[in-house]
């Protein structure tokens, strides 16, 4: 059984961090992401991982701030988050595809998706 289970968001004041962690078991994946959907605006792409050794993709609006990894012993994929900004405030989404094949930057590449934690950054 697949699950996904997104851990680590809340209100933080903007410049601070925050790690988001996504057990992500039941099955081997090939790449594993991280979409975001703030209020009002579609979902969108912050970052994705193939394997361990790979080199991560990132969003440019991220670039520089945020670092993806994933622990395939612990099956588990982490976002950390530094000089958090109010733009920033969203919806973040541990999605996960078994296909290494597909875009990594499409959230239609990906078959399952976490739940979602809420990140907020604000003054």
């Known amino acids: 059984q697949v699950q996904l289970v997104e851990s680590g968001g809340g209100l933080v004041q903007p410049g601070d961090s925050l790690r988001l962690s996504c057990v992500a078991s039941?099955?081997?994946?090939?790449?594993l992401g991280w979409f975001r959907r703030a209020p009002g605006k579609e979902r969108e792409f912050v970052a994705a991982?193939?394997?361990?050794?790979?080199?991560?993709f990132y969003t440019a609006a991220v670039q520089g701030r945020f670092t993806i990894s994933r622990d395939n012993a612990k099956d588990m994929v982490y976002l950390q988050m530094n000089s958090l900004k109010p733009e920033d405030t969203a919806v973040y989404y541990c999605?996960?595809?078994?296909?290494?094949?597909?875009?990594?930057?499409?959230?239609?590449?990906?078959?399952?998706w976490g739940q979602g934690t809420q990140v907020t950054v604000s003054s």
């Open positions: 039941g099955r081997t994946f090939s790449k």
């Open positions: 991982i193939r394997s361990s050794s790979s080199a991560p």
């Open positions: 999605a996960a595809s078994t296909s290494g094949a597909t875009s990594a930057y499409l959230a239609g590449s990906y078959g399952y």
